[in-house]
């Protein structure tokens, strides 16, 4: 009943069609309105944290990627070489080598220390037609991706502070973690072959989970291939997993990109790389809210926040002030008008919609505004400006909540 799929395709918020291809799913609508309200929540809570927000190339050189090691450690996961004018293109696996590249366009200083890059942009896996599905596996990801580069004394804050980032977004998106786990290497030559290092990393996540007082499991073969991370579980109502959110600790592409800065020394230091992604991959986190959520999202992220009801044509001025009103303040407000049915019909058909105001002869004439809640409250009639003041208030706040409790 809540799969993601079934939810998605009623709601008309995204499908999918043979001549575009498995795994590529397009947004309509209502589900690119979703998906933009989430990727501005990102923004605004990234600029909030002190990040910058840069966008790079889908494609990059073969020769980038066998820089970064994902040729050697990735290569069955990526598309393959396309050659344009005697050189290898590829589309990108993975955001980091772009963002380290930038990292090294100028010289850097301690000051400018941690530096933080974040960017919502696309990668592309050559995932297998068997395992595709919906919204979580996909060939085409647009990513929630960040990158700090640090001084190895900041490592501990950043990482911590990611890890606050990804607890408020999970609590204003009105989703849980299943659980943490702490992904380390594993056997065979999947990993960078760095002892040293992946001491280093592994000790530094643990102490911060355990600073953070998480409870968390360690699992041996989950960590990417150039470093351990700790990993953000979901599960569906299922209980199968997937991981939403990470954080990762990475002295590997540092020294392969030849990343230095300048310290209060006066020397050159290799900076240290966290990886960070707050929600994950933007599919994989709708799919999570339309699956948590059985398709009635908090306000803030709903396709249609405000439903306006006019009893009869008489009150269509009232109503279309109304969502005049709203849409002035920002918010999504659309007309249910009666030719569409009964009210309670109406009303009915926009059960998923959080705020639902029914105007009367009687609410017209006064100015004001009847309110049903999605949860099925009803709240005393109020002033049509008050009540819009209070929609764009509680949906600007980016809480799961409705409306405050009696």
Not at 44 to 62: D, M, N, Q
Not at 100 to 106: E, G, H, Q
Not at 143 to 156: E, G, P
Request: net charge negative; hydrophobic share 40%.
């Amino acid at each position: 009943m809540r799969d993601h799929r079934r939810i998605g395709r009623e709601l008309e918020m995204f499908d999918t069609d043979p001549l575009i291809g498995a795994g590529l799913p397009f947004w309509l609508p209502a589900g690119a309105t979703v998906r933009h309200a989430l990727e501005e929540y990102i923004r605004s809570v990234e600029r909030a944290a002190g990040y910058r927000h840069v966008y790079s190339p889908v494609l990059g050189k073969r020769e980038l990627y066998e820089l970064s090691g994902h040729w050697s450690h990735y290569r069955d996961d990526m598309y393959p070489p396309m050659d344009v004018g005697g050189e290898q293109f590829v589309l990108r696996p993975s955001i980091c080598p772009h963002h380290a590249v930038m990292f090294r366009s100028r010289a850097r200083s301690y000051r400018e220390l941690p530096l933080r890059m974040a960017e919502l942009g696309g990668m592309y896996r050559a995932e297998l037609s068997g395992v595709l599905g919906g919204l979580t596996r996909v060939r085409a990801i647009q990513l929630n991706d960040a990158h700090v580069f640090c001084a190895l004394d900041q490592v501990h804050d950043e990482v911590a502070a990611a890890l606050d980032l990804i607890r408020d977004a999970y609590h204003a998106m009105g989703i849980a973690p299943a659980r943490y786990r702490l992904s380390l290497p594993g056997e065979g030559g999947k990993y960078v072959d760095a002892p040293e290092a992946w001491r280093r990393s592994v000790d530094m996540l643990t102490e911060v989970l355990r600073a953070s007082g998480l409870p968390y499991d360690a699992e041996p073969g989950e960590a990417a291939f150039y470093g351990p991370k700790i990993d953000v579980q979901v599960a569906d109502e299922g209980g199968r997993e997937a991981t939403l959110s990470t954080v990762q600790i990475d002295f590997h592409q540092p020294e392969r990109f030849g990343l230095r800065y300048v310290g209060a020394d006066g020397r050159r230091h290799r900076p240290v790389m966290i990886h960070r992604s707050i929600i994950g991959s933007v599919e994989r986190a709708v799919a999570q809210l339309l699956e948590r959520h059985e398709g009635a999202l908090p306000a803030w992220l709903a396709p249609v926040q405000v439903v306006v009801l006019p009893v009869s044509d008489a009150e269509w001025d009232a109503a279309a002030a109304f969502a005049d009103r709203c849409a002035a303040l920002g918010l999504r407000a659309e007309i249910a008008p009666p030719e569409h049915g009964a009210l309670g019909a109406r009303i009915r058909a926009a059960r998923l919609v959080p705020y639902q105001c029914v105007i009367g002869s009687r609410e017209a004439d006064a100015g004001l505004v009847s309110v049903r809640l999605r949860d099925g409250r009803r709240l005393d009639p109020m002033p049509a400006g008050e009540l819009a003041a209070r929609f764009a208030d509680l949906t600007g706040a980016h809480r799961p909540e409705l409306w405050p409790a009696d």
